[in-house]
């Protein structure tokens, strides 16, 4: 009978299967599942639209770009206004805006992902630690993430960056020293929830080590709400190294960095407006992108509104 | 009851202005400025002292300027004349060790007390035992805490002594003797206010002459007199209603400290200040079509550069420092970046200035840079680093000059930071190229002279240490051609040497000099008698009138 049906049997079918055969069809229809909770949620998609064309323009810069980011036409080309030649107009040292919002771009998603990458695991590792862990690593391990905590994260970037020098890598060190607590605080509260529950007390009886305890059975527990955590912070993340590049300790000239472009753009506001206005809007647009990233993952990954 | 209606009105109207003024913790905006009082928009945050002995900031000398009288001044016709001030006439001794300066009848002080020879003679000692930065100007002849009661001395009440201790160019003692720090306090005045000091090692008097009073007040004999000064706020100044010559014409004075370009242009704009002093570019471009406004301008005595270090062994071949010459693209900057507020200027005499060479040879060439790199074994270019000042206009130069050195295969990594660290690196030698700017500290040429083209001692601890000396150039030719001009009687042949000077530091110094400064402000167009002066000390409101 099931010889014959199978071929039948549709690939959503085979994904959504409420008796998958291996583990392997088990995460994939789980996945499958996220995924279509993700696309009934409109404005998520739209989240994810915006940054798939910002990782395409970041890629083909090169391609896109009509002149070089760095090199302007001081003489002939200065604060033009937008026009066919010049998309968004041109800045004060004459070089192209579009072009620079272009190459631009992948100074935001370095940065982004550079921060992500240090910052989640740094976080995820303290709070696991501190939740499996209990007693005095806890309280030592959480009054260090509150006192992290205490500083508003702009001010404590500030003064991180204003003692490791300026330039773009000490501000991606600094915006990720800044960005782990709030990751230790989810962490730990989901791990609470989970260590003293019966899967957790089996593998303790089978003998494995704390270790691979928080590594291989906590952890898992806590990624889908970090990840929804991450992408929410993104947004401000962006902000964040925006404000650095504004304020001079980002990235330094000639780098396109689109915080940086606000701030020589300020100068020209009032006539001008398309220096500061163009990566103003391209900064609002991605922010604007993770944010409802963000907002549809979450809605997606949380187990409560699950419905497996 | 129209009439009420209005006042109503209008009551409401000024409480919501006032809420907004409040809330924007920014100063009150004035509708009109009132008829007898010139509002001035002006970036006074470099204030940190009225006292004449003490400052040495732009904006200080400038409201010194109007409240105190110097024995001479230069003739604003002609800067390298000298026309009295309170001295109606001075005579140089033939060995040119002696000047003795006669003082003008009737002299009053603001407090009605006379200016006397006594009251010269204490200002110059209390400025040379106060020592603080600008002290060197006098201090320069010769004088010191011990001598200057002798060296600087009344011989009658109208009749005033200055000794000095080498035969200097008179008009290197004159061009000093007129810079603000010589200014004339009323020795009466200051003495009912001196504070009593703990001598010690360094300080050995008892009292402060007065300088913690004079902070915040003035007692001089010019056509105005301070009333308050509010940092970063205001300073204001009155009309001295018994001042000995030709009375202000307007009552008061406000110099309003606004920052930003852009405040001040609006500001300006609608008429809550009648003068606007720190246009940028892009403002004053704006503002050329405005009927309102009129732009008054004045070249000034700073001049703009990048320096190289001599201490890193590429930049000190010579071809090198030629080729950075050649990276700049002085036309484009110059009609750009620094449009109306300064021209280029390649030489380091500011225009204006005894023996002012006006030459710019240099122009962008990059193939020709590229020829003098090679040549200097340099085929592939090479990375430094330049350390900016967080400013406009230097900021965007530095970026221009950094793409037109990037073609010549000179990668420049630009090290933003504020005043104090590019400076304090700057002075340690530490730096590779600096941008910079240099405002001479006295209307002679001596003052950049000595700053460009001197270097006594090139160790890592020599005393002098003029830009020569921070950027490592040792120049034993140039210094002792420096020195004697300074000792040069004939102004002619005085100028000759300084031509010869700037010719040599055109050509073969680590230094680019750029541009010179000019000074603009947006005057509105009710106000007669704005005029800019070619230093900071010399910008005078008292003969400002307005409709």
């Known amino acids: 009978m099931s010889a014959v049906e199978q071929p039948t049997m549709s690939r959503r079918g085979w994904l959504l299967s409420e008796r998958p055969a291996s583990r392997w069809q088990a995460s994939l229809g789980r996945a499958y599942a996220t995924w279509r909770r993700f696309l009934a949620n409109r404005l998520g998609v739209f989240g994810l639209f915006i940054i798939i064309v910002l990782l395409s323009i970041a890629a083909f810069a090169d391609q896109l770009a009509t002149y070089s980011p760095v090199a302007g036409d001081l003489k002939n080309a200065r604060l033009l206004p937008p026009s066919a030649q010049h998309w968004l107009g041109t800045d004060d040292l004459g070089r192209d805006i579009y072009s620079r919002i272009i190459y631009g771009s992948r100074l935001t998603l370095v940065v982004v992902m550079l921060v992500a990458v240090i910052a989640a695991p740094v976080g995820l590792l303290v709070g696991t630690v501190a939740g499996y862990a209990g007693g005095w690593t806890d309280s030592v391990l959480m009054r260090v993430t509150d006192i992290f905590l205490a500083f508003p994260k702009l001010i404590l970037a500030l003064s991180f960056v204003a003692a490791l020098g300026p330039g773009i890598e000490n501000a991606v060190l600094a915006i990720a020293i800044t960005a782990w607590p709030p990751y230790a605080r989810i962490a730990r509260a989901e791990t609470l929830t989970v260590r003293s529950s019966d899967y957790i007390k089996v593998v303790q009886q089978m003998g494995a080590s704390p270790f691979r305890i928080v590594l291989r059975h906590i952890m898992p527990m806590c990624n889908s709400s970090l990840i929804v955590r991450v992408t929410l912070d993104m947004a401000g993340i962006i902000l964040t190294a925006a404000g650095l590049g504004f304020v001079g300790l980002g990235a330094q000239p000639p780098l396109p960095e689109w915080g940086a472009m606000i701030a020589s753009g300020r100068r020209f506001i009032l006539d001008q407006w398309w220096v500061a206005a163009m990566p103003g809007m391209a900064i609002l647009i991605v922010s604007l992108g993770f944010n409802l990233l963000g907002e549809g993952l979450r809605d997606a990954l949380d187990p409560r509104s699950s419905d497996q | 009851m129209m009439m009420e209606n209005i006042a109503f009105r209008s009551r409401r109207w000024l409480a919501g202005t006032a809420l907004s003024a409040m809330l924007m913790a920014a100063a009150p905006a004035f509708a009109v400025t009132p008829a007898d009082t010139l509002v001035e928009g002006f970036a006074i945050d470099d204030i940190i002292t009225m006292d004449p002995g003490e400052a040495f900031e732009l904006s200080a000398a400038e409201v010194s300027a109007n409240i105190y009288d110097l024995l001479v001044r230069s003739d604003l016709a002609d800067t390298s004349k000298f026309k009295g001030d309170l001295a109606e006439s001075w005579t140089i001794s033939d060995d040119r060790l002696t000047y003795t300066f006669k003082l003008k009848p009737d002299l009053k002080f603001a407090s009605g007390n006379p200016v006397t020879a006594e009251d010269v003679a204490w200002s110059f000692e209390r400025l040379v035992k106060l020592d603080k930065s600008p002290a060197f100007i006098l201090g320069q002849f010769g004088l010191n805490g011990d001598n200057v009661a002798e060296k600087a ?15 200097y160019a008179p008009s290197f003692v004159l061009n000093c003797l007129s810079s603000t720090v010589a200014a004339v306090v009323d020795k009466q005045v200051v003495l009912e206010h001196i504070k009593p000091v703990t001598p010690s090692v360094d300080y050995k008097y008892d009292n402060d002459f007065g300088n913690d009073w004079l902070k915040t007040h003035t007692a001089g004999s010019g056509p105005f007199k301070l009333r308050e000064w509010r940092a970063n706020e205001a300073v204001v100044i009155d009309r001295n209603d018994s001042y000995w010559g030709e009375k202000a014409k307007l009552a008061r004075v406000v110099y309003r400290h606004m920052k930003e370009s852009s405040a001040q242009r609006l500001a300006l704009e609608v008429g809550d200040i009648d003068v606007a002093r720190n246009l940028e570019p892009n403002d004053l471009d704006a503002m050329a079509e405005n009927v309102n406004i009129t732009i008054a301008s004045a070249p000034k005595g700073t001049v703009y550069y990048i320096s190289l270090n001599q201490k890193n062994p590429n930049l000190a071949k010579p071809e090198v420092r030629q080729a950075f010459k050649y990276l700049i693209d002085y036309d484009a900057i110059g009609s750009t970046l620094i449009k109306g507020i300064g021209e280029i200027h390649q030489t380091f005499l500011p225009k204006g200035v005894l023996g002012e060479l006006d030459e710019n040879p240099f122009k962008l060439d990059v193939a020709k840079a590229k020829g003098l790199l090679e040549k200097a074994g340099l085929k592939d270019g090479l990375s430094v680093t330049m350390d900016v000042r967080n400013s406009q206009p230097v900021t965007g130069i530095a970026e221009s000059i950094q793409q037109t050195a990037g073609e010549a295969g000179i990668k420049i990594e630009i090290i933003p930071g504020d005043d ?128």
């Not at chain 2, 947006?522 to 010399?538: A, H, I, M, Q």
């Open chain 2, 420 to 547: 104090k660290q590019t400076l304090t690196k700057y002075r340690a030698r530490n730096h590779d190229i600096y941008i910079g700017q240099w405002g001479q500290d006295y209307f002679d040429p001596n003052s950049n002279s000595q700053t460009f083209a001197s270097n006594p001692d090139n160790s890592d601890d020599g005393r002098v240490q003029t830009l020569a000396w921070r950027n490592a150039w040792d120049l034993p030719d140039l210094t002792k051609e420096t020195e004697a001009a300074l000792l040069e009687k004939d102004s002619a042949k005085r100028s000759e040497m300084y031509r010869h000077l700037q010719k040599e530091v055109l050509d073969n110094s680590p230094f680019a000099l750029i541009y010179q400064q000019i000074e603009v402000a947006g005057v509105r167009s009710n106000v007669n008698g704005f005029k800019l002066g070619p230093s900071f000390d010399t910008n005078f409101v008292g003969n400002i009138t307005k409709e």
């Open chain 2, 153 to 167: 001395k009344a011989a009658a009440p109208d009749t005033f002594v200055f000794t000095v201790d080498k035969p």
